[in-house]
């Protein structure tokens, strides 16, 4: 397996760093979109580019 990198579930954004622990768990940011929250994405690094295209086909398809 690849190296997993943390992904924004909002705009897929790499730029999503670690924010401080909660009681319910970790709490994270998005530099991008200024999501705030506990779940992230982990994907392989080598499937980041696939998943980006497909994120961005289905977000157009809703826009139609």
């Given amino acids: 397996m ?3 990198i943390k992904v924004c579930p909002v705009c897929g ?3 999503i760093h ?3 622990g909660m009681i319910t768990g970790e709490k994270y ?3 991008d979109c ?11 690094e080598e ?5 980006l295209r497909e994120m961005k086909k289905k977000k157009e ?3 139609d």
């Fill in 34 to 44: 200024g999501y705030e929250g506990s779940l992230i994405l982990e994907i392989d």
């Fill in 47 to 51: 499937d980041y580019e696939k998943w």
């Fill in 61 to 63: 398809m809703q826009e």
């Fill in 29 to 31: 940011h998005c530099e």
């Fill in 18 to 20: 670690y924010v401080a």
């Fill in 2 to 4: 690849g190296k997993k």
């Fill in 13 to 15: 954004s790499t730029r």
